[in-house]
């Protein structure tokens, strides 16, 4: 796909009646099984005005005011990302839609336009596939994309990729290396919330026999309920990134695989060290910790380690404030000798100490941080 400066754009008026994505319109040919599967699929699409040539050519044109675009792409894979007894194929459509929202929400960018590639296993039926693409249409719309494109095929098992495009709109990108010592990290989102919902689901197998359970507590049923819907559709403060850099954010990130290891890459890639405050962090752990309990778990573990939560996390001066934004730490110098370790008598904090932690550039209350978030390729 490309996106062409508007002044070089074919003079092509923008129509709500243009095709879906994936259409191939532009002259009439035998309709194929192929066909009647992309139609099936687009029935749910709809055009936009900054959409000057939609699907029908090679290449969908788009009109783009910043000369910066910001791209990303995710892919979920079945078996990998999701399974199909846990979440809906809606709730699956949307969460594609989320996990990308939440990339270009990450560089404090506004939402454009996205394309999508979907593999689809031969066992899937065409009520099926209006559902996936009717949770992929309505969550994109949800976070102000429009789906200019994309591709189909089919394969062993279901996969979705998506692709997405923010406009920066004149602001400057919030990248993770601008973190300063002397900023107050923020977040805004869910913590743990994700984590809890999916601990439901590997104890109790599919979400109505977590809701079910008889030995669920009353008073926690509303919560799980939650939890899993957290899981299967991740909450995406995705409305408040474009507000960041003017409120003189400094570096951002989406919580995708875990605040401990999230808050680390953003303290490597800057060259200091992020230290959290349990006393701020309390109110996330003590909202889940009756599920924890009942599930044998930690909440704790849920906030600093559970992932796909897709919480915005950034640092900014002391006077930053932006509705929905809480304190949750500081940013403190690269410095070893800065940091008294509860564990060792209080001490400071040699290389040494630091180079012993799994997370050397991360703290809580002080003190290394071990416990680490998801990895997609760890053993």
């Avoid at 892919?75 to 939440?102: C, K, P, T, Y």
């Avoid at 960018?109 to 009717?134: C, F, Y």
């Avoid at 991360?362 to 941080?369: A, M």
Wanted: with cysteine.
């Amino acid at each position: 796909m490309s996106i062409s400066d508007p002044a070089q754009a074919p003079q092509v008026k923008p129509s709500s009646s243009q095709p879906s994505p994936f259409v191939e319109d532009a002259v009439p040919t035998p309709i194929t099984a192929e066909d009647r599967l992309i139609a099936d699929f687009t029935s749910n699409l709809h055009s936009h005005s900054r959409v000057l040539v939609g699907s029908g050519d090679d290449c969908a044109v788009l009109t783009h005011p910043d000369s910066r675009s910001v791209i990303s792409t995710d892919v979920l894979v079945e078996g990998v990302h999701f399974r199909r007894d846990w979440m809906s194929l809606e709730q699956i459509g949307r969460r594609a839609a989320a996990q990308n929202a939440a990339d270009i929400a990450a560089m404090g960018a506004s939402a454009h336009s996205a394309v999508a590639a979907v593999t689809i296993p031969k066992n899937m039926g065409k009520t099926e596939i209006n559902a996936l693409a009717a949770g992929l249409a309505t969550g994109l719309e949800s976070y102000g994309y429009s789906l200019v494109g994309g591709d189909l095929s089919s394969g062993p098992c279901l996969q979705v990729a998506v692709t997405v495009i923010g406009d920066l709109e004149g602001r400057p990108p919030l990248l993770r290396c601008n973190a300063r010592s002397g900023d107050l990290i923020y977040f805004a989102g869910n913590l743990g919330k994700s984590a809890a919902g999916l601990a439901l689901l590997e104890r109790f197998q599919s979400p109505q026999e977590a809701i079910a359970a008889p030995t669920l507590p009353t008073e926690l049923r509303a919560l799980a309920i939650e939890a899993l819907s957290c899981y299967q559709v991740p909450q995406v403060p995705a409305d408040l990134a474009s507000k960041l850099a003017d409120a003189g954010a400094h570096a951002l990130m989406d919580v995708s695989d875990g605040l401990s290891r999230d808050g680390a890459k953003i303290a490597a890639a800057s060259g200091v060290v992020l230290n959290l405050s349990r006393s701020h962090l309390e109110a996330y752990a003590q909202r889940l910790a009756g599920l924890a309990d009942f599930l044998g778990a930690n909440s704790w573990d849920w906030v600093f380690g559970g992932g796909e939560d897709h919480g915005l996390l950034c640092s900014a001066s002391a006077g930053f404030a932006v509705p929905g934004f809480t304190a949750i730490g500081e940013v403190l110098p690269a410095k070893a000798d800065k940091y008294a370790d509860n564990r060792t008598g209080g001490r400071k904090n040699t290389d040494q100490d630091l180079a012993n932690s799994l997370n050397p550039y991360l703290l809580v209350d002080g003190s290394p941080y071990d416990q680490q978030g998801w990895d997609h390729f760890s053993g």
